[in-house]
């Protein structure tokens, strides 16, 4: 029998792997002064910024850390993320950290799970994705409608960040639950908002102000965190109930709307395992939407140019009626400014996952980490699409720019783009997001209605884009602007 130390040196031997660039740190126990060093990135609103810098500074693409005891390689070498995502996925976890905490919160489910039971998440939910693809438009314009209500038509500087907020949790919910937590409309008496209230608090480890309480917080008992628990499960549960009991009083063709519940209480009858599977993907797809809305609200006001453009392109497909789902899919300009938006501004900033086994990955041995390396059995690496999507040899030396052209055949000097897995708003593989066209069409919706609603868009705000960071990260200045509508003539 082969010692481990043995069977690793002929493993390495065999694939040619050379030793990690170590970037070491002044504290060589704990790597302190690297924590300190994030602490303090975070606090400024640029710890994504700084992590890039960390690879750029050390020209590698690839690199080994340790901090805290814990040594991590950190990487934006797209064929190291392909290699963990899809083409040895199996060597790979999602990390028991996730699984640890975000199971006491959502429970079991398509995120929160792997192996056999996320097989059985993703095969039982795929079908209801694919069935409500067409169905989306029509619940839209009812929460879009009322957004637009509530935002000033004089041109007084209004941020749209929180709208979008409520927006993709009024969608989300109704989507969903088939009830819409309803919280732009002014006239709804609030029956939901204690349980909004909780989601939110159970969703941000740090309540938005890391410090040394909130660090050390994470390792004392939270009442409060249970007590939203239970706010969250009984507030489900009862929809859940009203659902079955509805569905009982009426048959299938009583109503035409497009309810997810339905299509899961159709699937399972196992109540636990429905709560826990909707809460998932409430998650996943409500904060994520709206700081993509956000982020394109952002950057548009600042390209008058380009909001032109986009307007000619809604005038075409569209005219001034709501748009249909197939109008959305044709529209190419406004799919480049999305993909732009998610390019600088990947909602998903960073990600990792932990081998499960002694494995390998392509590129980040040696001294300029392009020989394969040798990764051990419980390491965790960290891949940053942030810095992937800013890689000048991928998106040329202007990758800093928001510029949507880029994604146009024949209309940047490195058309045409083909970024493959350098391009990972989604992620890839069999884990790839399974909301993504419902995440495309609600941001191209709300995106068309907003401007044919107001002919004039004006940025409000000349700080440059910061981050608020959390498991996802959204713009810390959100999306101030002015707008106009066509007035009374
Ligand atoms: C702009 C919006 C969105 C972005 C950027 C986004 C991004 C992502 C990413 C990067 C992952 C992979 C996470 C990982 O494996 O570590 C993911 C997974 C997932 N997303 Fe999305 N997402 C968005 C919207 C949505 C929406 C609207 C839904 C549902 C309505 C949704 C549902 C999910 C689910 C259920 C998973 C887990 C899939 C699995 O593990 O098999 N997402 N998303």
Redesign the pocket.
């Known amino acids: 029998e082969a010692t481990t130390g043995a069977r690793r040196r002929a493993l390495k031997k065999q694939h040619g792997c050379l030793p990690p660039k170590h970037i070491p740190t002044k504290d060589p126990i704990l790597g302190l002064d690297r924590f300190f060093k994030n602490l303090k990135a975070y606090k400024e609103h640029r710890q994504l910024e700084a992590w890039g810098q960390e690879l750029t500074d050390n020209n590698a693409h690839t690199i080994m850390l340790s901090i805290l005891r814990q040594t991590i390689f950190v990487t934006d070498d797209p064929s190291n993320v392909k290699t963990m995502l899809a083409t040895e996925f199996d060597d790979w976890s ?1 990390g028991s950290e996730r699984i640890s905490s975000m199971t006491s919160f959502l429970g079991k489910g ?2 929160t799970t792997e192996g056999a039971a ?1 097989k059985h ?2 095969e039982m ?1 795929r079908p209801c ?1 694919e069935r409500s693809q067409v169905a989306d438009v029509s619940i839209m314009e009812k929460h879009t409608a009322r957004l637009i209500d509530l935002v000033p038509k004089d041109g007084a500087t209004i941020d749209l960040a929180p709208l979008f907020h409520n927006l993709t949790l009024d969608v ?1 919910t109704e ?2 639950f088939g009830q819409s937590t309803n919280s732009l409309d002014p006239g709804q008496e609030k029956s939901c908002d204690e349980f909004v209230e909780a989601f939110e608090y159970c969703q941000d480890p740090f309540k938005e102000n890391i410090s040394w309480f909130s660090i050390l917080s994470q390792f004392l008992p939270d009442p409060r965190f249970k007590r939203c628990i239970k706010v969250i499960q009984e507030f489900i549960d009862g929809i859940i109930e009203s659902e079955i009991a509805s569905r009982t009083s009426k048959p299938d063709s009583a109503t035409n709307r497009y309810v997810f519940l339905d299509e899961l209480l159709s699937q399972t009858s196992d109540l636990t395992r429905i709560r826990s599977e909707l809460l ?2 409430l998650l ?3 904060d ?2 709206a ?2 809305l956000s982020n394109i609200f952002f950057e548009l006001p600042r390209h008058p140019s380009i909001v032109s453009r986009l307007r000619r392109e809604i005038a075409e497909h569209v005219g001034r009626d709501p748009p249909t789902y197939q109008q959305l899919k044709e529209m190419k300009y406004l799919k480049a400014i999305i993909n732009e938006s ?1 390019r600088l501004y ?3 900033p960073t ?1 990792s996952r932990q081998a499960v086994k002694d494995t390998l990955l392509p590129h980040g041995g040696g001294p300029d980490a392009t020989a394969p390396l040798f990764v051990p059995k419980g390491a965790v690496v960290a891949w940053l699409s942030r810095a992937m999507h800013r890689r000048e040899d991928i998106y040329g030396p202007d990758a800093e720019a928001f510029n949507p052209s880029r994604w146009l055949d024949g209309e940047h000097a490195s058309s045409p783009l083909r970024p493959g897995w350098g391009y ?4 890839g593989g ?7 066209q ?3 069409t ?2 191209s919706y709300v995106v068309v209605r907003l401007l044919q609603e107001f002919p004039v868009l004006e940025s409000r705000d000349d700080e440059p884009w910061r981050e608020k960071l959390s498991i ?1 990260v959204t713009g810390l200045g959100g999306a101030k602007v002015g707008l106009r509508d066509f007035g009374e003539g």
Do not use: K, M, Y
Not at 424 to 427: I, K, Y
Not at 430 to 436: A, E, F, K, L, S
């Open positions: 999602i398509i995120f996320w998440s993703r939910l994705f989300s989507f969903l998932n993907i996943a797809g409500r994520t939407t700081s993509l998610q990947p909602i998903v990600n990972l708003p989604f992620n069999p884990r790839i997001c399974i909301g993504q419902f995440a495309l609600e941001t996802t």
